[in-house]
Nanobody, 122 residues
């Protein structure tokens, strides 16, 4: 089992910045990709950014140039640096971690954090 604990959410003004952190604990071996999803009220959950164990990243188009995902493998932590925040960024942000099976390389388990609220308001 892997547990993910998030921090860093809060209330910010448009144009402001926040940094989200997520630390994995428990059986953290064979963790490959880590990422961030978000869900706004009345909307579908969407991928924001992800980073694999080689450091390659991908972002949804709406956050490119504004958000940066990074990870510190020694601390089992993934970060999401958010800048130039907009009203549309208001959502609950969820951390994810993917764990590969020790025997079957086509089996993957995804763990989810509890979510942290980000509110952008003037």
């Amino acid at each position: 089992q892997v547990q993910l604990v998030e921090s860093g959410g809060g209330l910010v003004q448009p144009g402001g910045s926040l940094r989200l952190s997520c630390t994995a604990s428990g059986n953290v071996i064979r963790i490959s990709a880590m990422g961030w999803y978000r869900q706004a009220p009345g909307k579908q959950r969407e991928l924001v950014a992800e980073i694999n164990n080689g450091g390659s990243t991908k972002y949804t188009d709406s956050v490119k140039g504004r958000f940066t995902i990074s990870r510190d493998n020694a601390k089992n932590t993934v970060y999401l640096q958010m800048s130039s925040l907009e009203f549309e960024d208001t959502a609950v942000y969820y951390c994810t971690a993917d764990q590969e099976d020790d025997k079957l390389d086509y089996v993957r388990r995804r763990y989810w954090g509890q979510g942290t609220q980000v509110t952008v308001s003037s």
